[in-house]
C-alpha cells in the first residue's frame, strides 16, 4: 500500500471514530470565509465564492502548471451550478487546512468505489478530517479532473445550487422543486419572477450544505465537452502571466546557492570574503550543505558566488561512476532480497517444465531523469514581524506550509504560504523533492525583514535535481507451443515512490512479480507518471520481444492476450488501425506499438521511424489512442496527451543524468539535450468514447512514447533496445543495446 493512502487510510479511521464530526465545524467554515471572501462575497459549500456583481469564483486546490485544470475544474462547477460562463473565474485556494483537498482523500482511497447514500455525509466528513491530517493539497497523479473534479467540484457545485434555489424558494414562498435554473438566474415559471445569484448568495450561504446534491446527467451537460478558451492563456501570450519568478516585492533581496557537488555533501568550510567586495553583496550565508550569496539582483549574487571556493564532504556516496551503478543494479536483481507483488498461477513450477527453447530472459534498464522544466526553480521568503511568508509554484501548498513549519520552528498561524504558477514542474516541486526550501529558511531568517527570492542557476538545478531513479528489471517468460506465454517472472528494482504500475494487462496463466527497493545517495523523487514511465518500457520491450521470437505480429500477438471488447484491447486496435498498421514502409522504416495503463487512461500508441545518414533516428509520426472515460475541455485534452508524447519520446531519445566521481555530470541543457520543435514528429490523439471510470490525462501519454519508438527502432533495423537512452543503446555506448 502507498504510505499516503495508508495515512489518509489511518485518518479515515481515526477521524470516523473521534474527530470527523470537527470536519464541517464552525471554525474551519469560518476560516476558510476568512482567507477568501471579500466585503459582498459569499462562501457556499466552502469552495465557490459569490459576488453581489454574480461574479462566481471557484477555489482551486492544485497548481497551475500549464496543464489547463483552472478552466477545467471551473468547467465542471459552473456545469453543475448552472452559472453564466461569462462570470466564472477561479484561483488557487489557499494553502491552509480549510482548503484541505478532501475530494483528492476521498478518490485515492475508494478509486472510485460508490460509498451507500446513508453513508454520504460521514464518508465526507472523515475524509475532511483525514485530508487535514495528512495537509492534502497535492497537484500529481493526474487526479485534479478525475478526484477533484468529479468527487468535488461537480459535487459542491450542484449543492451551491441546491441551496441558492432553496434560498428563492423561501423568499418567494413555493416550493423548491419548482423553480428553474439557467446561466446564473433562478426563475419561478409559474410567476415569472427571477433573481440573479449575487442576489441569492448572502441568504444562501446561510444555508445547510446538502450531503447528496443531484448530479446532472452527461446528456445534460451544455458547457463540459466544449472548448472555451481558458483562463490562462492571454495573459501566458502577452507575457503578462506571473509566474513565480517574475515576482517582486518591496526592498527585495535576491540568493544564489551552491551545494555539495555530490548528494548528501556538506560543507566543510569557505572564505567569504571575495564575494563580500563586489557591489551589490548583502551577505554571504554558509549552510549545511550549501553556501549562498545575498545580493541586491540575482546576477550580482551569481558572480558573487563564482568567486567562492567552497570545500564540501562527499558523506554517504555509495556510488561513484555508471559501471558501479549497474553493478549495484545486478547484485540487487540478482540477490534473494525482494517483496512478492503479484503472484498468478505457479510460474516457478511452469518454468522447470517449459522447453529451453521457449524460454526467454532479457533484462532492462532505464537512467535517472531530471525534470528539466522551463522555469528555473525559484521561491521567494520573508521573516518579519514573527511571521514566516513564502510565495513559490510548489505542487503541494499543505505539505509545503508543513515543512517550513518543520524547519522555521513557528507556530502554524505564523506561517503563510502564497501559491504561484509554476513553468512547469513535472514532479520537481513536490516535498519531499523541494529540499531548496531548506537552503531558503535559514537565509530568509538571516535578512529578515527583507524578502529573499532564491533562484537556482540551471547549472545547481540540472546536478542538484530530485531526478526519476536509475532502475533495472530483470524479465522472463516461458512460451507454449504455439509461442503464446504461459508463464511470466519479473523482478524489478523499486525506487522511493510506488504505485500499481507493475501490473501487467495481459492475459498470461502464470505470473510472479518481485520488487527489490533500490537507492543511492542519489536524490530522487516523482517524474511525469512516476513508476509507469519505466514499467511500461519494461513490459511492452518484452511482450514485442516476445510477439517476434513467436514469429507472430506484435499486435496481433498482444490482441490474443486482451480480453475482447476491453478497453485495452479496444485502443490498441483503434491507435493500429488509424495508424495503418501493416501497410507497407519506405524501407529502413519502422511501426512499433505499446499499450499502456496509468492513472485510469488507457493508452495505445503507434511510433513510426527511420534511421537518418548519421544513424539516429527520425520519429516520423505518432498515432495515439486514449480511453479516459470523459474529457472536459477537449483542446486541453489534446494537449496535455501530445505533451506527454513529446517529453516521453524526448527522454526515451536522448535524456540521462550520469554520474562521475559520484556526482552528476550534466550542467545544462547542452549536456541533457531534449526534443526541440524541428525534431517533433506529426502526433494524430483519437480519443475514445467510453463509460469507464473517468481518468487522468496530465500523466498517460508519457509510459506507452518509450516502448513504442524501440519497437518501432527493432522493425527497422533488427536491433532490440533494452537500455534507455535510445541514442547510446545505438551508438554502443554504456554497454550492450
Same mark, same amino acid.
Given at each position: 500500500?502507498?504510505r499516503?493512502?495508508?495515512l489518509?487510510?489511518?485518518a479515515v ?5 473521534a474527530?470527523?464530526?470537527?470536519a ?7 476560516n476558510a470565509v476568512?482567507?477568501?471572501?471579500g466585503e459582498?462575497?459569499?462562501?457556499l459549500?466552502g ?16 497548481v ?6 483552472y ?7 459552473a ?13 488557487r ?9 478532501r ?5 485515492w ?8 447514500r ?13 485530508a ?20 468535488g467540484? #461537480? +459535487? =459542491?457545485?450542484?449543492a451551491?445550487?441546491?441551496?441558492l /434555489?432553496? $434560498? ?6 413555493? @416550493?423548491?422543486?419548482?423553480l428553474?435554473?439557467?446561466?446564473g438566474?433562478v ?5 415569472g419572477?427571477t433573481?440573479?445569484?449575487g442576489t441569492l ?13 443531484r ?5 445534460e451537460?451544455r458547457?463540459?465537452?466544449?472548448s472555451?478558451?481558458?483562463f490562462?492563456i ?18 527585495m ?6 551545494a ?16 563580500k567586495?563586489l557591489?551589490?553583496?548583502? #551577505? +554571504? =550565508?554558509?549552510l ?5 550569496? /545575498?545580493a $541586491?539582483?540575482?546576477?550580482?549574487a551569481?558572480? @558573487? ?14 556510488i ?42 532479457a533484462?532492462?534498464r ?14 521567494t521568503?520573508?521573516?518579519?514581524d ?9 505542487q503541494d501548498?499543505?505539505?509545503t ?21 509554476a ?8 516535498a ?17 525583514p ?13 546536478t ?11 524479465m522472463?517468460?516461458?512460451l ?7 508463464a ?5 528494482l523499486?525506487?522511493?515512490?510506488r504505485?500499481e504500475?507493475f501490473?501487467?494487462?495481459y492475459?498470461?496463466?502464470?505470473q510472479e ?11 530522487t523523487?516523482?517524474?511525469r507518471?512516476v513508476?509507469?514511465?519505466q514499467?511500461?518500457f ?5 511482450i514485442?520481444?516476445l510477439?517476434?521470437a ?16 476491453s ?8 491507435a ?16 512499433g ?7 485510469g487512461?488507457?493508452?495505445a500508441?503507434?511510433?513510426e ?16 489512442a486514449?480511453?479516459?472515460?470523459g474529457?472536459?475541455h477537449?483542446?486541453t485534452a ?8 513529446i ?36 502526433i494524430?490523439?483519437h480519443f ?18 518509450a516502448?513504442a ?5 527493432f522493425?527497422?533495423?533488427?536491433r ?14 554504456g554497454?550492450?543495446?
Amino acid at each position: 500500500m502507498r504510505r499516503r493512502s495508508f495515512l489518509i487510510g489511518s485518518a479515515v479511521i481515526a477521524g470516523g471514530l473521534a474527530v470527523g464530526y470537527r470536519a464541517w465545524s464552525q471554525s474551519f467554515e469560518r476560516n476558510a470565509v476568512d482567507l477568501v471572501a471579500g466585503e459582498g462575497e459569499h462562501l457556499l459549500a466552502g469552495w465557490i465564492r459569490i459576488g453581489t456583481d454574480d461574479t462566481v469564483t471557484v477555489q482551486i486546490p492544485h497548481v497551475d502548471m500549464g496543464q489547463g485544470i483552472y478552466t477545467a475544474l471551473a468547467m465542471m462547477a459552473a456545469e453543475e451550478l448552472d452559472a453564466d460562463w461569462s462570470t466564472v473565474r477561479a484561483e488557487r485556494a489557499p494553502g491552509e487546512k480549510a482548503f484541505a483537498n478532501r475530494f483528492l482523500a476521498r478518490g485515492w482511497v475508494t478509486q472510485g468505489f460508490d460509498v451507500p447514500r446513508f453513508a454520504d455525509r460521514i464518508t465526507d466528513m472523515v475524509f475532511t478530517e483525514a485530508a487535514r491530517f495528512v495537509n492534502l493539497q497535492i497537484t500529481g497523479g493526474s487526479t485534479a479532473v478525475r478526484f477533484t473534479g468529479q468527487a468535488g467540484m #461537480r +459535487v =459542491v457545485a450542484a449543492a451551491s445550487r441546491q441551496m441558492l /434555489v432553496e $434560498a428563492a424558494a423561501r423568499r418567494w414562498g413555493v @416550493a423548491p422543486r419548482q423553480l428553474t435554473v439557467r446561466d446564473g438566474v433562478v426563475t419561478d415559471p409559474s410567476s415569472g419572477q427571477t433573481a440573479r445569484f449575487g442576489t441569492l448568495a448572502e441568504e444562501a450561504a446561510r444555508l445547510s450544505v446538502p450531503s447528496n446534491p443531484r448530479l446532472k446527467k452527461r446528456s445534460e451537460w451544455r458547457l463540459v465537452g466544449t472548448s472555451p478558451l481558458r483562463f490562462d492563456i492571454p495573459a501566458k501570450t502577452d507575457g503578462t502571466f506571473g509566474y513565480g519568478i517574475d515576482l517582486q516585492l518591496p526592498d527585495m533581496l535576491h540568493a544564489a546557492v551552491r551545494a555539495a557537488p555530490v548528494h548528501g555533501g556538506r560543507l566543510l568550510g569557505v572564505d567569504t570574503e571575495p564575494a563580500k567586495a563586489l557591489p551589490g553583496v548583502e #551577505r +554571504v =550565508v554558509p549552510l549545511e550543505r550549501a553556501v549562498a550569496v /545575498v545580493a $541586491a539582483s540575482w546576477w550580482q549574487a551569481s558572480r @558573487a558566488l563564482d568567486l567562492l571556493e567552497p570545500e564540501f564532504s562527499a558523506d554517504g556516496i555509495t556510488i561513484s561512476t555508471q559501471a558501479d551503478l549497474e553493478r549495484a543494479q545486478d547484485e540487487a536483481l540478482e540477490s534473494t532480497e525482494g517483496e512478492t507483488v503479484v503472484t498468478l498461477g505457479n510460474a516457478s513450477e511452469a518454468f522447470p517444465s517449459a522447453d529451453a527453447s521457449r524460454r526467454f530472459d532479457a533484462t532492462y534498464r532505464v537512467p535517472y531523469l531530471h525534470h528539466a522544466a522551463m522555469e528555473p526553480i525559484n521561491a521567494t521568503m520573508q521573516f518579519a514581524d514573527g511571521v514566516l511568508t513564502f510565495w513559490g509554484g510548489e505542487q503541494d501548498a499543505l505539505g509545503t506550509k508543513a515543512r517550513l513549519l518543520e524547519l522555521s520552528g513557528l507556530a502554524a498561524s505564523k506561517v503563510v504560504v502564497h501559491g504561484l504558477p509554476a513553468g512547469g514542474s513535472f514532479g520537481r516541486r513536490i516535498a519531499p523533492s523541494a529540499d531548496y526550501l531548506d537552503h531558503l529558511v535559514p537565509i530568509a531568517r538571516a535578512m529578515a525583514p527583507r524578502p529573499v527570492k532564491l533562484i537556482l542557476s540551471r547549472e545547481e538545478e540540472f546536478t542538484h535535481g530530485a531526478y526519476r531513479p536509475a532502475l533495472a528489471a530483470q524479465m522472463t517468460a516461458a512460451l507454449d507451443a504455439d509461442g503464446m506465454p504461459t508463464a511470466w517472472m519479473q523482478r524489478y528494482l523499486n525506487g522511493p515512490t510506488r504505485n500499481e504500475a507493475f501490473h501487467i494487462p495481459y492475459s498470461i496463466p502464470s505470473q510472479e512479480i518481485a520488487s527489490i527497493d533500490f537507492a543511492t545517495h542519489v536524490q530522487t523523487g516523482t517524474w511525469r507518471s512516476v513508476a509507469h514511465t519505466q514499467h511500461a518500457f519494461w513490459t511492452e520491450s518484452f511482450i514485442d520481444e516476445l510477439a517476434h521470437a513467436s514469429g507472430r505480429d506484435p499486435l496481433d500477438y498482444r490482441r490474443m492476450l486482451l480480453p475482447e471488447g476491453s478497453r485495452a484491447r479496444r485502443v490498441l486496435e483503434i491507435a493500429a488501425e488509424r495508424a495503418g498498421w501493416g501497410e507497407a514502409l519506405p524501407p529502413g522504416s519502422g511501426r512499433g506499438i505499446a499499450l499502456a495503463e496509468s492513472y485510469g487512461t488507457w493508452v495505445a500508441e503507434v511510433v513510426e521511424v527511420s534511421l537518418g545518414e548519421d544513424s539516429m533516428p527520425r520519429i516520423h509520426r505518432v498515432v495515439a489512442a486514449v480511453d479516459c472515460g470523459g474529457l472536459v475541455h477537449p483542446d486541453t485534452a489534446l494537449q496535455q496527451v501530445e505533451g506527454g508524447i513529446i517529453m516521453g519520446l524526448s527522454a526515451a531519445l536522448r535524456e540521462k543524468i550520469t554520474l562521475e566521481d559520484g556526482a552528476v555530470a550534466q550542467t545544462n541543457f547542452p549536456d541533457y539535450p531534449v526534443l526541440r520543435l524541428p525534431e517533433t514528429p506529426k502526433i494524430e490523439v483519437h480519443f475514445l468514447e467510453s463509460d469507464g471510470p473517468w481518468g487522468g490525462l496530465g500523466e498517460p501519454g508519457v509510459p506507452p512514447a518509450a516502448p513504442a519508438l524501440a519497437n518501432a527502432l527493432f522493425a527497422a533495423t533488427g536491433r532490440r533496445i533494452r537500455r534507455l537512452p535510445i541514442i547510446d543503446a545505438l551508438s554502443g555506448e554504456g554497454g550492450r543495446a
